[in-house]
């Protein structure tokens, strides 16, 4: 005879709560970020919905204080440090993003599937910390330059003063889903990949796997 | 704007393994929580419940449960894996997240477990001893342009990050040449110039 | 000989990243520096306009050398004073990142300094160029924050620990207010309060972080 709890389990794991899968997968796409050296797609979507209980959490907090001892409202001790914890990977995961956006600002500005990775916001940031610099830069000393050496984006002389994301560099993963990567080049030499295994390789040969979520950076 | 630390943070680490599940045995009553990463049935002595660990540990401090230790937290299944991991080249199996999960209970709820002070040793010799296979057998792989690390746990994959992504990396500037188009258009490569040393690696 | 001045400002920028403070602006360099790349473009356009626009580089592989160089010259140097200015720029978004008011502490140290200008050079760490960006980008991460004003865009960057602790009072220390309401911190009571409330009076020794 079935323990009502095991029933009740059952019914919980076929109707997942959403949230718990929300906050694990954003956790995901902050470590993603962090190992990533380029900018991945903003999960804009995902941040909305999390945004929305982290306000509804504060409502919730701002409606019970009041002259509580936090003994009595022991509750509302843990409501908040979650959401410290939740404020904290939201912010961290916002910020890495600007800290590549600005890295690699002149790059995403020119090349239009990258510019799309970034939210709105994002975007908005990025022009316009990209006029102050160049209004910087004008003003500073390139207002006395000759004409044609003005500009910001040059790559003549076999020198390119874009800075772009280093994608050959090593990264940590672990593997999702079974998964077959090409790793060299020249001989089409490909590599299987099995779930669970953890790899030192290079990014650009697991790009696409990242993006798909085959693949999780560590 | 640039991040203090380009790779995960030890901090980092224990955070991300908080949101582990653990099983405690709750000592008070606690209602139902609609948190936003999880919803949390009421807690309700003595039935044993699942929480995140940082859950899990919050409660411990107060003294309002007791944290129950994963099976391979205990003296005999550490011993075994001590006597594994010496007679073997190999890495034996480890949860993913043994360490962390090991140094966070250790630290706030030693009194659950049994003789911590012997797990506490036996924890620090399977350290030793697999860092020590990492340095020797990562050193047989370096011909590679990739390297398999099956079988090691998150913080120690980050513990040796920092080496083993500079070999890696010298791997790829000899094969550089015969690379991806990606490697040839770096400017590293061009400019033999000192400024370069300026665009650093971290963030 | 050309490129001295622009590895100066390389030099200047390098030591910048690793001080905590935004050190004076070389203004006498970098006018020097563009200074220099007028006159090598001076330079180039003179031996072009001699060749009426119709210049062969292997006939005279003297003047091509020459001009290679002065292009390369004026190429490093360009680098070098975006560099010198990128370096300063990141320092000072950094500093608005952490809270500082750049722009006013700018003002500040002016208003202390009076007018002084010694030999021309003003003794105030920002450019006056540079004073304008840090109050632009001071107003743009503002309106950037304002999106997210529930996480608390410039908040810490370590994740949390011990959001609440149990303190005793070891002095009294009077009464504080938390989102609790008051609290009268007479010695030898116990609380349990938030962190950020009463780290300074930990520091100054009222109370004490009980583990």
């Given at each position: 005879?079935?323990?009502?709890?095991?029933?009740?389990?059952?019914?919980?794991?076929?109707?997942?709560?959403?949230?718990?899968?929300?906050?694990?997968?954003?956790?995901?796409?902050?470590?993603?970020?962090?190992?990533?050296?380029?900018?991945?797609?903003?999960?804009?979507?995902?941040?909305?919905?999390?945004?929305?209980?982290?306000?509804?959490?504060?409502?919730?907090?701002?409606?019970?204080?009041?002259?509580?001892?936090?003994?009595?409202?022991?509750?509302?001790?843990?409501?908040?440090?979650?959401?410290?914890?939740?404020?904290?990977?939201?912010?961290?995961?916002?910020?890495?993003?600007?800290?590549?956006?600005?890295?690699?600002?002149?790059?995403?500005?020119?090349?239009?599937?990258?510019?799309?990775?970034?939210?709105?916001?994002?975007?908005?940031?990025?022009?316009?910390?990209?006029?102050?610099?160049?209004?910087?830069?004008?003003?500073?000393?390139?207002?006395?330059?000759?004409?044609?050496?003005?500009?910001?984006?040059?790559?003549?002389?076999?020198?390119?003063?874009?800075?772009?994301?280093?994608?050959?560099?090593?990264?940590?993963?672990?593997?999702?889903?079974?998964?077959?990567v090409a790793i060299a080049w020249e001989n089409g030499e490909?590599?299987?990949?099995?779930?669970?295994?953890?790899?030192?390789?290079?990014?650009?040969?697991?790009?696409?796997?990242?993006?798909?979520?085959?693949?999780?950076?560590? | 704007?640039?991040?203090?630390?380009?790779?995960?943070?030890?901090?980092?680490?224990?955070?991300?393994?908080?949101?582990?599940?653990?099983?405690?045995?709750?000592?008070?009553?606690?209602?139902?929580?609609?948190?936003?990463?999880?919803?949390?049935?009421?807690?309700?002595?003595?039935?044993?419940?699942?929480?995140?660990?940082?859950?899990?540990?919050?409660?411990?401090?107060?003294?309002?449960?007791?944290?129950?230790?994963?099976?391979?937290?205990?003296?005999?299944?550490?011993?075994?894996?001590?006597?594994?991991?010496?007679?073997?080249?190999?890495?034996?199996?480890?949860?993913?997240?043994?360490?962390?999960?090991?140094?966070?209970?250790?630290?706030?709820?030693s009194e659950d477990l049994i003789s911590p002070s012997d797990?506490?040793?036996?924890?620090?010799?399977?350290?030793?001893?697999?860092?020590?296979?990492?340095?020797?057998?990562?050193?047989?792989?370096?011909?590679?342009?990739?390297?398999?690390?099956?079988?090691?746990?998150?913080?120690?994959?980050?513990?040796?990050?920092?080496?083993?992504?500079?070999?890696?990396?010298?791997?790829?500037?000899?094969?550089?040449?015969?690379?991806?188009?990606?490697?040839?258009?770096?400017?590293?490569?061009?400019?033999?110039?000192?400024?370069?040393?300026?665009?650093?690696?971290?963030? | 000989?050309?490129?001295?001045?622009?590895?100066?400002?390389?030099?200047?920028?390098?030591?910048?990243?690793?001080?905590?403070?935004?050190?004076?602006?070389?203004?006498?360099?970098?006018?020097?520096?563009?200074?220099?790349?007028?006159?090598?473009?001076?330079?180039?356009?003179?031996?072009?306009?001699?060749?009426?626009?119709?210049?062969?580089?292997?006939?005279?592989?003297?003047?091509?050398?020459?001009?290679?160089?002065?292009?390369?010259?004026?190429?490093?140097?360009?680098?070098?004073?975006?560099?010198?200015?990128?370096?300063?720029?990141?320092?000072?978004?950094?500093?608005?990142?952490?809270?500082?008011?750049?722009?006013?502490?700018?003002?500040?140290?002016?208003?202390?300094?009076?007018?002084?200008?010694?030999?021309?050079?003003?003794?105030?760490?920002?450019?006056?160029?540079?004073?304008?960006?840090?109050?632009?980008?001071?107003?743009?991460?503002?309106?950037?924050?304002?999106?997210?004003?529930?996480?608390?865009?410039?908040?810490?960057?370590?994740?949390?620990?011990?959001?609440?602790?149990?303190?005793?009072?070891?002095?009294?220390?009077?009464?504080?207010?938390?989102?609790y309401g008051a609290i009268t911190l007479s010695k030898n009571?116990?609380?349990?309060?938030?962190?950020?409330?009463?780290?300074?009076?930990?520091?100054?020794?009222?109370?004490?972080?009980?583990?």
């Open positions: 005879m079935e323990d009502i709890d095991d029933i009740l389990r059952e019914f919980d794991s076929q109707n997942a709560p959403s949230n718990a899968k929300d906050y694990d997968d954003l956790l995901k796409w902050w470590i993603n970020e962090r190992a990533a050296p380029e900018i991945l797609q903003c999960q804009e979507d995902l941040v909305e919905r999390i945004m929305t209980r982290v306000r509804r959490q504060i409502e919730q907090i701002e409606d019970q204080t009041g002259n509580l001892d936090p003994r009595a409202n022991f509750q509302l001790i843990i409501v908040q440090t979650e959401l410290e914890r939740v404020k904290f990977l939201i912010r961290s995961y916002l910020r890495t993003r600007i800290s590549k956006i600005d890295k690699h600002a002149l790059h995403i500005l020119s090349t239009p599937s990258i510019r799309h990775l970034l939210s709105p916001s994002e975007q908005t940031y990025l022009r316009t910390h990209q006029a102050l610099l160049n209004e910087l830069y004008l003003s500073s000393f390139l207002k006395n330059f000759p004409d044609n050496l003005k500009r910001l984006d040059d790559s003549a002389g076999g020198l390119s003063m874009v800075e772009e994301p280093d994608l050959e560099g090593a990264v940590f993963l672990r593997v999702v889903r079974d998964v077959n490909t590599l299987d990949m099995r779930a669970g295994d953890v790899y030192v390789i290079r990014y650009s040969a697991v790009q696409e796997a990242v993006k798909r979520g085959d693949v999780e950076l560590i | 704007m640039a991040l203090p630390h380009q790779h995960l943070t030890p901090q980092e680490v224990s955070f991300i393994c908080e949101s582990e599940l653990i099983t405690i045995v709750p000592r008070q009553r606690l209602g139902a929580l609609n948190l936003i990463s999880i919803d949390t049935r009421p807690l309700v002595p003595p039935q044993r419940a699942d929480v995140p660990l940082w859950l899990a540990v919050f409660l411990r401090k107060q003294k309002r449960c007791n944290i129950v230790p994963p099976d391979w937290l205990s003296v005999d299944y550490l011993e075994r894996l001590v006597k594994e991991e010496s007679d073997s080249a190999a890495f034996s199996q480890m949860p993913w997240r043994w360490m962390e999960v090991a140094e966070i209970l250790l630290d706030t709820c797990i506490a040793l036996h924890i620090r010799s399977l350290r030793e001893l697999r860092q020590a296979k990492i340095r020797a057998g990562l050193s047989d792989q370096m011909n590679s342009s990739y390297i398999k690390i099956n079988n090691l746990g998150l913080m120690e994959v980050c513990e040796i990050r920092p080496w083993v992504g500079k070999v890696v990396d010298g791997l790829r500037k000899i094969e550089g040449e015969a690379g991806s188009t990606a490697a040839r258009r770096r400017r590293e490569d061009i400019d033999a110039d000192g400024d370069e040393d300026m665009d650093d690696d971290g963030y | 000989m050309y490129g001295e001045l622009g590895y100066k400002l390389v030099v200047h920028a390098k030591r910048t990243q690793a001080l905590n403070q935004l050190p004076p602006y070389q203004t006498d360099i970098v006018h020097a520096v563009t200074r220099e790349v007028r006159d090598l473009h001076g330079d180039i356009d003179e031996i072009t306009k001699s060749y009426d626009g119709d210049f062969n580089p292997s006939e005279d592989p003297a003047r091509a050398c020459a001009l290679l160089v002065h292009h390369l010259c004026i190429r490093r140097n360009k680098r070098c004073l975006l560099a010198y200015h990128r370096v300063r720029a990141e320092k000072i978004e950094q500093m608005c990142w952490n809270g500082m008011d750049v722009a006013e502490q700018a003002q500040a140290a002016r208003v202390t300094e009076g007018d002084d200008d010694v030999a021309g050079t003003s003794s105030h760490a920002l450019s006056p160029e540079e004073d304008e960006y840090a109050r632009q980008y001071g107003d743009m991460l503002a309106a950037y924050k304002g999106q997210w004003t529930d996480i608390d865009l410039t908040g810490s960057l370590e994740p949390p620990k011990d959001l609440f602790i149990d303190v005793r009072v070891l002095k009294d220390a009077g009464e504080i207010q938390t989102e009571s116990q609380f349990f309060v938030r962190q950020g409330d009463v780290e300074r009076l930990i520091k100054q020794g009222f109370l004490q972080k009980l583990s």
